[in-house]
């Protein structure tokens, strides 16, 4: 641990049990993720925060290119009348919709929209370029950034432009197209838990909360350490829809005109926020080694005494032809002050080496999550040893996020029980949705607990018969809770 002397950072950060949200807003600004801009709701993602989502969307990219996705890019602008061509979808997203009146110093003839998604460009594109069975299906996905015209933001949970991929699929029968949105849905999952260490539960989006134009919206959703729900990412099954609407069609097998079946799915940078909230603590940021973009950083420790530097270079270079991502901290600051920056930054392992170490053939090393120092030997072992520690740490970090996730979901069978928990006990809620008023009961529920439905998980067991709030036949186990 740093001396007291050296905890000048920690002292900019605001403990979590005493306002969680400028914990969050400390740990983005002090351990160099994000910054404001001169533009409202917007941020300027700083190089740390750059190569964090780098390593995201390098390791998601790679799983889609897997599956047989490829990479377009799409226009940013939208012209309105091609919004206005899916009623559903475009009410659900006008209130945030950026219009672009004028070019140079002329009006233009119809107004153009920044791209809240993209699903409207992309059925303009298929109404073009599919005409046959024999062209399905178009697996197709972007990165790119979107803008919608948020009230409140928050950099990465919420901001007026963020960054994200989004995936675009279009099928030849409904079958496929639910199979696709599943396995998306799935990669998402594996993802957060193996890369992230982040457990989410999975399931379907009632029809209150599902994406405007959706037939059917599924989604995983994380638990932050303050019991508070995140959204982490979606897949939606469109049918045929939007194809309808665009006149997008195709010959079938038998030679007869047919509408194809589409999908969306998406993940932004919002993950950092589910990063920092699930796993950071009062010391800064933790990140899982998967996705450090500095797994080890090496501490020279009496770094003027001969043969020290020399010494954390070669530890250095044996992890590197490892393939561990690696650091050497050679600024002129006490050895104090350096443990106390990667900690801030969420390094997951920190090595030191001084002259003793260097004599005694070992260094010194501590893992992010805690515990006591402890000696690596430094010798041919030295890269399996790290290796080894880093999965721990990785494991480690998912059993605490899986523990804080279990032991905050709670069950209600009646709507004071549901109240109580509420407001007393941050976390997940289970309850019993009725299907005919499902939408007005969802209602009454976020105006007496401030909740939303997160969703209807994939597994689970009814817990009553009848709805928390109506007392209707129940249909759905819905997962509540407060969320970002």
Not at 312 to 341: H, N, Q, Y
Request: proline share 5%; aromatic share 8%; net charge negative.
């Amino acid at each position: 641990m740093a001396d007291k002397k050296d905890n000048r950072l920690l002292e900019e950060i605001t403990p979590r049990d005493v306002d969680f949200a400028q914990w969050y807003t400390d740990i983005v600004k002090k351990a160099e993720l994000a910054d404001y801009s001169g533009i409202k709701g917007c941020m300027v993602v700083r190089p740390y925060g750059c190569a964090l989502w780098e390593n995201i969307h390098n390791a998601l990219d790679a799983r889609f290119k897997e599956l047989g996705h490829e990479n377009v890019m799409m226009p940013m602008f939208i012209p309105e009348s091609l919004l206005n061509k899916e009623k559903d979808h475009v009410e659900g997203f006008a209130p945030e919709v950026a219009w672009v009146t004028r070019g140079g110093s002329e009006e233009l003839q119809e107004p153009i929209c920044v791209r809240p998604t993209s699903e409207t460009l992309f059925c303009d594109h298929y109404s073009r370029t599919v005409q046959s069975y024999r062209d399905l299906p178009k697996l197709y996905n972007q990165w790119c950034s979107v803008v919608r015209w948020e009230k409140t933001t928050r950099p990465f949970l919420r901001t007026t432009e963020f960054f994200w991929q989004e995936g675009h699929t279009i099928h030849e029968t409904p079958e496929e197209a639910m199979e696709e949105t599943l396995r998306m849905l799935d990669v998402y999952a594996d993802f957060c838990r193996d890369r992230l260490a982040i457990p989410v539960l999975k399931g379907q989006k009632t029809d209150k909360e599902k994406f405007a134009g959706a037939v059917s919206t599924f989604t995983i959703e994380a638990m932050m350490h303050d019991g508070k729900a995140l959204q982490s990412g979606t897949s939606h099954y469109f049918g045929d829809g939007f194809s309808r609407a665009f006149d997008v069609t195709f010959a079938d097998r038998n030679n007869k005109l047919a509408y194809p079946h589409q999908t969306s799915w998406g993940m932004s940078t919002r993950i950092i926020g589910a990063i920092i909230m699930v796993h950071g603590d009062d010391r800064g940021l933790v990140l899982p080694p998967m996705i450090a973009p500095v797994q080890v950083a090496i501490v020279p420790v009496a770094s003027h005494k001969e043969g020290v530097l020399d010494a954390a270079r070669a530890l250095a270079a044996k992890l590197k032809a490892a393939g561990i991502r690696v650091t050497v901290d050679e600024r002129e600051a006490s050895p104090g002050w350096k443990f106390a920056e990667h900690e801030m930054r969420g390094v997951p392992l920190r090595i030191e080496i001084g002259p003793r170490d260097i004599e005694n053939g070992v260094c010194m090393a501590a893992k992010r999550n805690g515990g006591d120092k402890f000696t690596i030997a430094n010798d041919d072992s030295l890269a399996e040893s790290v290796k080894k520690v880093l999965t721990d740490v990785q494991s480690e970090l998912y059993a605490a996020a899986l523990e804080n996730l279990n032991s905050h979901i709670y069950e209600a069978t009646d709507l004071e029980t549901f109240k109580d928990i509420a407001e007393n006990k941050p976390g997940f809620i289970k309850a019993m949705l009725c299907e005919n008023h499902a939408h007005e009961c969802e209602d009454k529920l976020k105006e007496v607990a401030g909740v939303t439905s997160r969703c209807i998980p994939f597994e689970g067991e009814p817990i009553a018969d009848t709805c928390i709030v109506c007392g209707k036949k129940a249909k759905n186990l819905v997962y509540f809770g407060k969320a970002y």
